[in-house]
């Protein structure tokens, strides 16, 4: 048994694998009852499977050049697939989609509620504070709006004078 014949059958193993797992991945995101299960089961066994099938190609073509390249892809899908779940499950707890009923515990409920205290507290101490944040908030609207409206006005007179530049010169 040579080394390529052991190689060869180490990166079927890793294909077989991370073939399943990555299955087994979309199975869980269509399957699972709520967001944070979905979630688990998106980057969990999908970045594994997508590591091993990476190995797998690593193992099969034997190229300094591709391994490198096939290293990139990992580390780039360790550092992204972590932030895209967490992005994923703040959208689904700002959107009202986590059901608590599977949760043990919800820390950021609490969390929310303690810092939705301390608003009110604050609020109740100086009211003219609210007020004073409205104000500065419609103003930052109103010029936002002031300079939309420029740039539009602005874009209109120039594809106006080149269709008319255009137009005078065809005819």
């Known amino acids: 048994m040579t080394w390529e014949n052991v190689a060869d059958f180490l990166a079927a193993i890793c294909l077989l694998l991370g073939a399943f797992l990555t299955f087994a991945a979309g199975v869980g995101v269509l399957r699972f009852p709520d ?10 066994p999908q970045v594994l499977g997508l590591i091993l099938m990476l190995a797998a190609e690593a193992l099969r073509v034997r190229s300094w050049g591709v391994m490198g390249m096939l290293f990139l892809v990992v580390c ?9 779940a967490h992005m994923v499950g703040r959208a689904g707890v700002r959107t009202d989609q986590m059901r608590d009923e599977f949760l043990v515990r919800n820390e950021l409920s609490e969390d929310q509620a303690e810092a939705e205290a301390l608003r009110r507290r604050a609020l109740e101490r100086n009211p003219a504070v609210e007020k004073e944040l409205e104000a500065q908030l419609e103003a930052k609207i109103a010029q936002m709006r002031k300079f939309a409206a420029e740039e539009a006005a602005q874009n209109r007179d120039s594809h106006g004078s080149r269709f008319r530049r255009k137009s005078g010169e065809s005819s």
Not at 35 to 44: E, F, I, P
Not at 76 to 84: N, S
């Open 35 to 44: 967001l944070l299960a979905r979630m688990h089961a998106a980057a969990k």
């Open 76 to 84: 780039f899908q360790l550092l992204t697939a972590p932030v895209a």
